[in-house]
């Protein structure tokens, strides 16, 4: 069964840094790009970036770059997503989303369950 | 960047009800364009892939149609389980990116 399983919910406050995790499951996971995908308190989904397991690279949306680091650890089948100095307007439920497609741009056809973050002083 | 803008940002209807949600993108993207249901909580979930294509499990009630820059979703007979926010998205290039979503309420 392909699953992504989030690292829990965080509560940070604003100039700390973070880094939250996604670990696949049950498929190959340095096959199919991975996503991250940003949904602030009852807005829509903006989708951040993607990274590719099984050489890194990577790609980030022009809203993200720069404030965000994507990465990934594929001895352990797992993606990060990190802030080297959060604000208050990084408050968000995060999720990561695979690919169904290997090694192509394509839908995402599974979803991790999500990683709300908090930043408040 | 391609700009995905979707219509209505709320739609308020009746079960039985036929519903349609339009995205237009900012250039042609066909046939590279997918429809997402979200419910409140929960990460969205894929309805339709390639325009038109129904994702396996999926109810028959969900059709997507369309080319180029113009694309639609209808829901052919409201359902109780399909309230929710939906979206569309393209995966023709970098940025991929979503429509801002069509809520879908009770009337």
């Known amino acids: 069964e392909v699953q992504l399983v989030q690292s829990g919910a965080e509560v940070k406050k604003p100039g700390e840094s973070l880094k939250i995790s996604c670990k696949g499951s049950g498929y190959s996971f340095t096959s199919y790009w991975i996503a991250w995908v940003r949904q602030m308190p009852g807005k829509g989904l903006e989708w951040m970036g993607i990274?590719?397991?099984?050489?890194?690279?990577?790609r980030y949306s022009p809203s993200f770059q720069g404030h965000v680091t994507i990465s990934v650890d594929k001895s352990i089948n797992t993606a990060y997503l990190q802030w080297s100095s959060l604000e208050a307007s990084d408050t968000a439920m995060f999720y990561c989303a695979k690919f169904r497609s290997p090694g192509t741009l394509s839908v995402f056809d599974f979803w991790g369950q999500g990683t709300l973050v908090t930043v408040s002083s | 960047d391609i700009q995905m803008t979707q219509s209505p940002a709320t739609l308020s209807a009746s079960i039985g009800d036929r519903v349609t949600i339009t995205c237009r993108a900012s250039q042609d993207i066909s046939p590279w364009l997918a429809w997402y249901q979200q419910k409140p909580g929960k990460a969205p979930n894929l309805l339709i892939y390639?325009?038109?294509s129904l994702e396996i499990g999926v109810p028959s009630r969900f059709s997507g149609s369309g080319s180029g820059t113009e694309f639609t979703l209808t829901i052919s007979s409201l359902q109780p389980d399909d309230f929710a926010t939906y979206y569309c998205?393209?995966?023709?290039?970098?940025?991929?990116?979503f429509g801002g979503g069509t809520k879908v309420e009770i009337k």
């Open positions: 390639r325009a038109s």
């Open positions: 998205q393209h995966y023709n290039s970098h940025p991929l990116t």
């Open positions: 990274i590719s397991p099984g050489d890194s690279d990577t």
